[in-house]
């Protein structure tokens, strides 16, 4: 923290040589412009400059590039359509393990087996080519946005606690359930690659870190521009070499960090860290890729030069207009809806919380400028009977108020399974059968995220979306976690 506030002012300064020209080292120099050297780091920020991994050239972009594996998981129909699509060509898709297809112990080890394979494989064939050190420059397109930034970099992990009260520089904002963690551990232990789909958030209002590179996009090198599959949009990469650009970078995330200007922003305690880099998509990833990496530890891995300390991440800042976020909704299978609604109630009263049933309403009569002071509107839909739910709670967030409920009604009734669902076609679907019950919440101030995260600590699981599932990022880069 003493490193971070002595260099606030000095890092404005720095600042002002953000955005320089560009380019990979292997591309002609501009005025002789000086590239990043290998494994460039900023301990104090816990950033390091990647070495990426991107398909060879000749390879089809958009079939090697698939979604977010924890998409789509009630869609068994949408991830068929990408086996369908992608056949035998190379591709990410062969890389992940869709959580739509968990199953039994058994299963999910084959699986995973075949994944480490197939990694093997196209690491053995050349599939995969090392780039020169840099960031990578972000441009998505979604069917929703025209244009969504991030800023492809590695974190340290030695700089990451998912723990519930913690207060790393690296910090989830929602809460990590340990039990998801295994499948993943089983397929990162040992793995050559690492594929990200962490998207990392950045409170940037003044928009000085990646906003100045993409604003001059078109004097860098171009690494990728394809259409993704499924009507999901575009992606372009650019890459981000220079070291001028890259000290620009450190630079403006050190004044983000700054420990005065966070606890003026943000209305922090003297004994509260600062908080850089909030984990917004991907966090159980994140927190499978620590777990790795302390266990390497354990076994002697050199914290030093072992590539593993180092996570693969995408920066978005919060203020990109192309940033949304979006609620997860609750759907619940195999539950008595009746049974299920009266001990809502009931646990509400217990907390001496009042609540209110309003049959036949909508959310969006309820926050279209009509948003009750201290009520928290939680609309429930099932087959024959759908409304509001209309709670008066000490509790900051709807969904916070929601899982209060949720969670230990569950561990008491095994026979109801949950899932969390984005957009409202699927709760249609789903809604049409008997024994289902779907809870659909508010969307939550973007805006509102790190200072809620700073006063109240990490959100419930499953608390909002950074967009619509078909705006999640995609698997396209990779690096290696294994030395050379």
Known sequence: SSLLSSACLRSRLITMLHGVNEHRERSPRRNG???????????????KVPRVLLPKKGL??????????????????????????VKDAPSTLNLIFPEVYLGDEKWNQEVIQKIKEKMCEYDR??????????????????????????LLVALDLELYCFDRNSQSLIRPTEKTIPERLPPRIAIREKSPLELPHILVLIDDPSKTVIEPLAARSASFPKLYDFDLMKSSGHLTGWHVAESAAIEGVAAALRTLACPETFRRRYGAREDQEVILYPVGDGNHSLATAKQCWESLKKQGADPATHPARYALVELVNIHDPGMTFEPIHRLLFNVD?????????SAMKERNWSVELRPGHHLHSCTNGNKEPGIHAIEFRSKNFSGILAVKSDLVLE?????????????????????????????AEKTQED??????????????????????????????????????RFYFESCRIVPE
Not at 69 to 81: G, L, R, V
Not at 130 to 147: E, I, K, N, W, Y
């Open 33 to 47: 412009a000086k590239p990043a050297t290998s494994g460039r780091d900023f301990p104090d920020l816990g950033l």
């Open 60 to 85: 089809d972009l958009t079939k090697w590039c698939v979604i977010a594996c924890d998409q789509y998981t009630s869609q068994p129909e949408y991830w068929k359509s990408v086996k369908d699509i």
């Open 125 to 150: 064939d050349g599939i995969l080519e090392a780039q020169d050190p840099g960031f990578v420059l972000l441009d998505r397109q979604t069917p929703h946005v025209a244009s969504r930034k991030g």
């Open 337 to 345: 809806v009746k049974k299920a609604l009266d001990d809502f109630a």
């Open 399 to 427: 969904v916070a108020t929601l899982t209060a409920w949720l969670d230990p009604y569950l561990a008491a009734h095994s026979e109801i399974s949950v899932d969390y669902v984005h957009g409202e076609e699927v709760i």
């Open 435 to 472: 024994s289902t019950l779907a809870f659909l919440f508010p969307i939550m101030n973007k805006n509102d995220l790190v200072k809620t995260v700073v006063r109240e600590g990490v959100l419930p699981r499953k608390t909002f979306s950074m967009g619509a599932a078909d705006e999640k």
